[in-house]
């Protein structure tokens, strides 16, 4: 079996575990793998790993074990390779039979309506879950039509690649020579009695004595072979009387099994603890086959190994042009996945899973990036800029009567600040900022009346940042503080400039959404557009001048009653903005907004 071949029958059970995975379970996932427009959940993450090591039958190990971990980097694998294969399906327009896709959704839905007692049992699972079973039937359809895809491709990278490869006798017998165990060769038969990865000590100690008396029943001159179509649980090879036949090392599926079986006398019996449970074992004979014999297994293993490595240099080749995030975080390619496969063995179907070496780990662990249109976490982010903006008028002919005419208002906002990446998509920061309303003039009775406001404030921000692809994020933010007018006054034009300033204190905020688009490859600065509304109202507001003529706008009286100065409205935000890592590297020393436009209605 090639290495490609054992990547498909595992990547099948990836499939499975991932068309198990709910349905429903996407929508308050988080992502743990990102490959170019296709992701996994940390849910299908999970429920994958569980059927890599039931595929291995061998219980679950602890999340943060090593051998936990080899398994997530192999469903990682598996899910990567399956992707781009899927992807370059599509490019090479490589067409699925009619109906493929559909049988393979309704064996899937036929295989998890078997964990219920009836189809009602099954659809009330769905309906609790808030689901309908066209909405599962379309989550395991995707999954499919993913696998099938990259098979169809890997089935064709493999017809297309040359036949003419050529191993010579040479290179075949320098093969042999060495590898001398690999063509150990052994007559042997078992009896299996199969222990689950779940089983308990009590479990399995009840195995061993069972086996162990069936053991003492061999030596003790009974029928092996009538013992074995009794009580063996391979059907493969019950109904031959356990006989497997004589196979070299390398054709024995189970390592743990080859090393027991190569380690009792020849002819002997014993017993033999192995991946699925325990075997009786009888050996018959024993020897070596000869290099005439071999030559013609080990020529085709070469040339499949030869084909292999092309594929694999292939697949390399499409992993280094993905976009690949685990995690949140992106990741090289050819670090994250440098392991290459044995070439070593003549006996794939035994290879040890691929892990990262001690140095791509290390090389993974120091250079990994953030999501490339994320920040880096713990990294500050200075910024600074001006927006224009139209906030709402107070309407004033309540006052001054019918004949009021008053212009609209205008505005700049100046602002600064400085925000901290808690991790690559929350935010907070402290922003100030000065606002000024210009000029809003009020003619009526033959005076005009000129209105300018300023205001300067400070708050605090929270914002998240969520990544739309590569170069995009959509961003919801929110802040609060407190702002207190400064240089507001009213001019009377007719009384020579007489006029009042005016005063006041109170809080506000602002909440808005938008994107950013990053500008450049070094992911260093953004362009910044977005959609705000600022809640800001000052009110009461108190005039210098007790002798100043009453208006609404003052705390005065008036037709109104108590007056009010307004900034809020909705503001379009327009800028630029400068991301700084936490070493001082990947950006400039600041940020910078560009002036936007921003008007208001209420």
């Known amino acids: ?127 609790a879950e808030g689901i309908t079973l066209d909405d599962l039937k379309q989550d395991i359809r995707d999954k499919m039509t993913r696998r099938i895809k990259a098979a169809h491709m890997m089935r064709q990278k493999q017809m297309d690649l040359p036949s003419s490869v050529v191993v010579t006798d040479e290179e075949a017998r320098k093969y042999y020579d060495q590898h001398p165990n690999n063509y150990d060769r052994v007559r042997f038969s078992i009896i299996l009695l199969r222990v689950s990865p779940q089983a308990t000590a009590g479990e399995v100690k009840q195995v061993e004595t069972q086996a162990r008396s069936l053991l003492k029943q061999v030596k003790e001159g009974a029928n092996f072979a009538a013992l074995a179509k009794k009580y063996s649980e391979d059907p ?5 009387g356990g006989d497997i036949g004589t196979v070299s090392r390398g054709e024995i599926g189970d390592a743990k099994l080859a090393e027991g079986v190569f380690a009792l006398p020849a002819p002997g019996t ?14 018959v004979s024993r020897g070596k086959a000869d290099f005439d014999s071999a030559a013609a297994d080990i020529k085709i293993f070469l040339k499949k190994q030869m084909q292999d490595n092309a594929v694999n240099t292939w697949i390399d080749s499409l992993k280094n042009d993905a976009y690949i995030v685990e995690d949140g975080k992106v990741i090289s390619s050819k670090e994250f996945l440098s392991a290459a496969a044995s070439t070593d063995t003549v006996a794939p179907v035994n290879n040890a899973p691929a892990t990262m070496t001690a140095e791509d780990e ?16 713990g990294s500050w982010l200075p910024y600074f800029g001006v927006t224009g903006f139209l906030p709402d008028a107070t309407d004033l002919t309540q006052y001054y009567g019918a004949d009021t005419s008053q212009g609209l208002p205008f505005g700049l906002t100046g602002f600064g600040g400085m925000d901290y990446a808690l991790d690559p998509t929350w935010q907070v920061g402290v922003m100030g900022e000065v606002l000024r309303k210009f000029s809003q003039s009020v003619t009526a009775s033959g005076q005009v009346e000129q209105w300018n406001s300023t205001a300067v404030g400070a708050s605090l921000g929270l914002k998240l940042l969520i990544p739309l692809d590569e170069s995009t994020n959509f961003t919801l933010n929110a802040s609060g503080g407190i702002y207190t007018l400064l240089d507001s006054s009213v001019t009377i034009s007719v009384l020579n400039g007489t006029g009042t300033s005016l005063s006041a204190t109170d809080l506000g905020g602002q909440l808005g959404a938008g994107l950013e688009f990053i500008l450049d490859g070094q992911k260093s600065s953004a362009l910044d557009l977005g959609l705000d509304y600022r809640f800001l109202t000052f009110t009461p507001v108190t005039s210098s001048n007790p002798g100043f003529k009453a208006s609404p706008l003052t705390n005065s009286g008036g037709a109104s009653g108590s007056g009010a100065i307004d900034f809020s409205g909705f503001q379009v935000r327009l800028g630029v903005k400068f991301f700084i890592s936490p070493d001082n590297s990947g950006g400039g020393g600041g940020g910078s907004s560009g002036g936007g436009g921003q008007a208001s209605k209420n």
């Open 236 to 240: 493969g090879s019950a109904a031959d």
């Open 270 to 283: 014993g017993l033999v603890r192995a991946t699925d449970g325990i075997y009786v074992v009888k050996v």
């Open 362 to 377: 290390k090389l993974f662990n120091t250079k990994n990036q953030g999501y490339p249109s994320l920040p880096t976490g």
């Open 1 to 127: 079996m090639s290495n490609n071949q054992r990547f498909f029958i595992f990547a099948a059970a990836l499939a499975l575990g991932l068309a198990f995975a709910p349905a429903w379970a996407k929508i308050v996932d988080s992502i743990a793998l990102v490959v170019d427009q296709d992701a996994m959940t940390q849910g299908e993450l999970q429920e994958a790993i569980q059927s890599y090591f039931a595929s291995q039958q061998s219980k679950m190990a602890p999340p943060g074990t090593a051998e936990y971990d080899a398994a997530k980097k192999q469903v990682e694998e598996a899910f990567i390779r399956e992707v781009l294969l899927a992807e370059e399906a599509d490019r090479e327009k490589i067409d699925l039979q009619e109906g493929e896709v559909d049988r393979e959704v309704d064996n899937q839905v036929q295989s998890m309506k078997k964990n219920f007692a009836t189809d009602q049992e099954f659809n009330d699972s769905l309906k």
